[in-house]
């Protein structure tokens, strides 16, 4: 069998708008205006190819609602605003529109606007965009686990037969396959609750660019260096 080393599922996660902007004399929103550009650019390029199928962006953490009230508040409205512009880009590259994270914490309004696009969007067989929303890896695996639980109670379930396929698909991320390359821009080399559980094989790839410049041709950096690894899953290369 023939086997092609790239990646069908990405994640990343998007660092440095706000040094993008700094270094520019713009206030730190500018950078995640310009931020929106990046993914604009990465999905519609990756929603005419056939290798990479799904792309989890990290748009906004549990963490992030510590950020000044003007900010979370404009990152709100940038949601929002994205959903309904892109929702055309969508529809014309046929790309699903899903989320992972807690929405119900969300403003009514973006809220709604987010079920519309989903729904919009849900038969567009192309290429899957996620948006990881008021999400926080922790939390997915607590929720999961709270919904294991409550069937074992009601004895829909044996403990017993709770195993990693079955826990899997009480994940938000259920139906979607593990992310095989997980990015992160900017310059840091941390997870940041992402993803903790899909990411476990994920190989990791870092770069200095800040978001707002980041591209497809960084992106296909990303792919080829992902392609020369080999990825073993704790085996060993070669069993001669
Ligand atoms: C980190 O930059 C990025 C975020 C807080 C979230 C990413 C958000 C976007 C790309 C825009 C919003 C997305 C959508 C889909 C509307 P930072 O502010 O932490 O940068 P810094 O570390 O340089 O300050």
């Not at 799904?54 to 000044?68: D, H, M, V």
């Not at 046929?94 to 969300?106: D, E, K, N, P, W």
């Not at 826990?167 to 992402?194: C, K, V, Y």
Request: hydrophobic share 40%; net charge positive; charged share 30%.
């Amino acid at each position: 069998m023939t086997h092609k080393n790239v990646p069908r599922h990405i994640a990343i996660i998007m660092d440095g708008n706000g040094r993008w902007a700094r270094a520019r004399g713009l206030p730190r929103v500018e950078g995640h205006r310009r931020g929106v550009e990046s993914i604009r650019n990465l999905v519609t390029a990756l929603s005419k190819q056939e290798d990479v199928k799904y792309l989890t962006l990290y748009a906004f953490s549990r963490e992030n609602w510590k950020r000044p009230a003007k900010e979370v508040g404009f990152l709100m409205r940038l949601l929002r605003y994205f959903c309904r512009r892109e929702l055309k880009m969508m529809m014309k590259n046929s790309v699903r529109f899903t989320t992972i994270g807690a929405l119900s914490s969300l403003p009514k309004v973006v809220r709604e606007e987010v079920r519309k696009t989903r729904q919009a969007t849900q038969d567009n067989d192309g290429f899957t965009m996620c948006l990881a929303i008021n999400y926080g890896g922790r939390d997915e695996i607590v929720r999961a686990a709270r919904r294991v639980a409550r069937r074992a109670a009601s004895g829909d379930i044996q403990a017993r037969s709770i195993n990693e396929r079955l826990f899997a698909r009480h994940l938000q991320t259920a139906g979607m396959p593990d992310p095989d390359l997980l990015i992160r821009t900017a310059g840091e080399m941390r997870l940041s609750n992402f993803l903790l559980w899909e990411a476990s094989y994920a190989e990791l790839w870092f770069t200095n660019v800040l978001w707002p410049d980041f591209r497809m041709e960084h992106l296909n950096k990303a792919i080829r260096a992902y392609s020369s690894r080999t990825r073993k899953y704790g085996a060993v290369e070669d069993t001669r």
